[in-house]
């Protein structure tokens, strides 16, 4: 049992450690002996938690959006709010993601390009990557109908804007590298304001 905790504890500090050199380095420039170094271990050892430099990146983007989800979540479910504030406050705490991990994203678009540049459906890939979010973003749109806060939106082109919107966060923030989030928080709150009744 403990060399199970060990190899996942090992494992863990592989994809944090990791993910630190694909931003600092960019998806392309980050080679396996990279890694290697930065963990402090043999690229074999490294062989024996990771085939490839590929499927650490999309563990440690799937670790990174685990987290996100935990919180997204919580605040998904606090009934103690509006649902107009629980919008809000997912919008607010991806953009507050997507700014304290700018260089990440940029790594990820970069990443996405990379594959589509050779033939890779990444609209599946991002679909696949985000079902959760539009879930938990879908509910709290249907439960601000349901309350009588929200008017009765199509839910499907609801969401669909407010996706646009972190989309838009993402690629400000991440390409343009558009530090002050200020305008961004106005756009969500005048969108999530168009659903009052």
């Known amino acids: 049992m403990a060399t199970v905790v060990e190899h996942d504890k090992r494992r863990q500090e592989i994809l944090e450690k990791s993910l630190d050199v694909f931003m600092e380095e960019g998806y392309e420039d980050v080679t396996f002996q990279k890694i290697a170094d930065r963990c402090g271990i043999t690229r074999t050892t490294l062989y024996i938690y990771f085939k490839n430099k590929r499927e650490i990146f999309l563990w440690s983007i799937k ?13 998904a479910t606090d009934t103690s709010i509006s649902t107009e504030q629980v919008v809000k406050d997912m919008l607010y705490f991806i953009f507050d993601q997507c700014k304290q991990n700018r260089k990440l994203f940029a790594v990820l678009l970069t990443y996405l390009v990379q594959l589509q540049k050779s033939g890779v459906d990444t609209e ?12 938990l973003m879908n509910c709290a749109i249907i439960r601000g109908i349901r309350a009588g806060e929200f008017k009765k939106v199509n839910i499907k082109a609801a969401y669909e ?34 659903f009052l009744n």
Do not use: P
């Open 63 to 75: 670790q990174l959006l685990s987290t996100l989800e935990e919180v997204l979540i919580k605040i």
């Open 161 to 194: 804007m407010l996706y646009a919107l972190i989309e838009s966060a993402i690629f400000k923030i991440s390409v343009l590298n558009q530090r002050d989030i200020e305008e961004i928080y106005r756009a969500a709150d005048l969108a999530v304001e168009g």
């Open 124 to 135: 599946e890939r991002v679909r696949r990557r985000i079902i959760r979010l539009e879930h």
